[in-house]
C-alpha cells in the first residue's frame, strides 16, 4: 500500500507565496512520475505539474511560470513551489503517483487546501 502524505497548505494573501510538500512512503524511482493537481468548489480535478522519473517537466498554462515542481530523491518527497498566487488558485490539492509497474496504478494523497485571499 501506498501513502503520499500532503503538507504545506494554508492561507495565502494575492501575490504570496506558499510551497507544498508530498511525502510518499514508497521509494520515489517506484513510479514512472509524480505530481500535483488541484480541485476548487464546484470544478473537475485538473493537472497542476508532473515530473517524470528523469526529470520531464509538465506544467499547466494557469501556472506556468509561477509555479515550480521539483523533487528530492533522498527523501522520497516532491515539491511544489508557489508564486504570485491568486485567488483562482484556491483549491484543494492532491499529490498523485504513477506506478513503474503494470497496470501502472495511480495513487492520491488525501488533499491539502490552499486558499488565496486577503
Known amino acids: 500500500q501506498v501513502q503520499l502524505v500532503e503538507s504545506g497548505g494554508g492561507l495565502v494573501q494575492p501575490g504570496g507565496s506558499r510551497r507544498l510538500s508530498c511525502v510518499t512512503s514508497?521509494?520515489?524511482?517506484?513510479?514512472?512520475?509524480m505530481g500535483w493537481y488541484r480541485q476548487a468548489p464546484g470544478k473537475e480535478r485538473e493537472l497542476v505539474a508532473l515530473?517524470?522519473?528523469?526529470?520531464?517537466?509538465r506544467y499547466s498554462e494557469s501556472v506556468k511560470g509561477r509555479f515550480t515542481i521539483s523533487k528530492d530523491n533522498a527523501k522520497n518527497t516532491v515539491y511544489l513551489q508557489m508564486n504570485s498566487l491568486k485567488s483562482e488558485d484556491t483549491a484543494v490539492y492532491y499529490c498523485?503517483?504513477?506506478?513503474?509497474?503494470?497496470?501502472?496504478?495511480?495513487?492520491w494523497g488525501q488533499g491539502t487546501q490552499v486558499t488565496v485571499s486577503s
Open positions: 498523485k503517483a504513477i506506478d513503474s509497474i503494470p497496470p501502472f496504478q495511480n495513487y
Open positions: 514508497r521509494n520515489i524511482f517506484d513510479f514512472n512520475g
Open positions: 515530473i517524470s522519473r528523469a526529470n520531464s517537466i
